[in-house]
């Protein structure tokens, strides 16, 4: 069963760039073409951000479009979120999560990285 | 965008109740639905999706349905496990959004 780990910073200073990368493990990140990122600010509901294929195709949500960038390393099975010119509203739970082959539901997610954007 | 409106906010009943979840949609989603289960400190759990179809590993308690822009999910039985926020996430049109969330609570 793949295993989806988020890791990078845990506090980011306002006007900053959160970056954050979904290691793949257990099995290869070609098991699904679409790999997406959702968000959950503490006590809140969830936002999908956006989703990269594995020829580095991207959909994002149109509220955070002029700020994120998703990418994909097959190489190292993994994937990537940056989000710029951060404020204390990004502050949230990030997830990694795999899409089920030909459909946009996740299947399978990582822990979450909890992510404060704060001076 | 569509919006996801779910009801109850909250939810209090007793392990062996039947539970009934609902997921009402802006505009159709046709049966392009998926109900999630998330428990504290968890990453959501899919448990059903188009509309009615059981996850992998999914018990048979439980079981969704409805199309176009009402939906339910429901638990026939409650185990003490069951109690969590439930999700409902629509793919019909971008962007894919979530409802806000039932929370089920033990009454």
């Known amino acids: 069963q793949v295993q989806l780990q988020e890791s990078g910073p845990g506090l980011v200073k306002p006007s900053g760039t959160l970056s954050l990368t979904c290691g793949v493990s257990?099995?290869?990140?070609?098991?699904?073409?679409?790999w997406s990122w959702v968000r959950q600010p503490p006590g809140k509901g969830l936002e999908w951000i956006g989703e990269?294929?594995?020829?580095?195709?991207?959909n994002y949500n149109p509220s955070l479009k002029s700020r994120v960038t998703i990418s994909v390393d097959k190489s190292n099975n993994q994937f990537s979120l940056k989000l710029s010119s951060v404020t204390a509203a990004d502050t949230a739970v990030y997830y990694c999560?795999?899409?089920?082959?030909?459909?946009?539901?996740?299947?399978?997610w990582g822990q979450g990285i909890l992510v404060t954007v704060s001076s | 965008e569509i919006v996801l409106t779910q009801s109850p906010g909250t939810l209090s009943l007793s392990p062996g109740e039947r539970a009934t979840l609902s997921c009402r949609a802006s505009?159709?989603?046709?049966?392009?639905l998926a109900w999630y289960q998330q428990k504290p400190g968890q990453p959501p759990r899919l448990l059903i999706y188009?509309?009615?179809n059981r996850a992998t590993g999914i018990p048979a308690r439980f079981s969704g349905s409805g199309s176009g822009t009402d939906f339910t999910l429901t638990i026939s039985s409650l185990e003490p496990e069951d109690f969590a926020v439930y999700y409902c996430?629509?793919?019909?049109?971008?962007?894919?959004?979530f409802g806000q969330g039932t929370r089920l609570e033990i009454k």
């Open positions: 996430q629509q793919r019909s049109n971008w962007p894919i959004t």
């Open positions: 990269v294929s594995l020829g580095g195709s991207t």
């Open positions: 257990g099995g290869s990140i070609s098991s699904s073409k679409w």
């Open positions: 505009q159709s989603v046709s049966d392009f």
């Open positions: 999560a795999r899409e089920v082959v030909g459909s946009t539901y996740f299947d399978s």
């Open positions: 188009d509309a009615s």
